[in-house]
């Protein structure tokens, strides 16, 4: 199995798990943050490249969403 192909089965299995355990997609909301805030956290202790990286990486996600709200997917 690749990489790539273990991260999708772990993060998969996440996301059965947080709508099974907090089944109204509203509550999600700070589980959303709770992992964004721990991924920062690994990214900053790297080097400053990192840092750069994660928030070039959130700007990224923001225009999904927006893209997301105008056309119905990612």
């Known amino acids: 199995m690749s990489r790539d192909d273990e991260l999708k089965e772990i993060l ?3 996301a059965r798990e947080i709508a099974r355990l907090s089944p109204n ?3 999600w909301l700070s589980w959303l943050i ?3 805030t721990r991924l ?3 990214a900053f202790g790297g080097s400053t ?3 750069v990286e994660y928030k070039e990486m959130l ?3 923001q ?3 927006r893209n997301y709200f105008k056309n119905g997917s990612l």
């Open 63 to 65: 225009d999904a969403i």
């Open 49 to 51: 490249g990192s840092t």
């Open 34 to 36: 709770y992992l964004l």
């Open 25 to 27: 997609p509203r509550t």
């Open 40 to 42: 920062e956290k690994e």
């Open 59 to 61: 700007s990224a996600l």
């Open 12 to 14: 998969d299995n996440t």
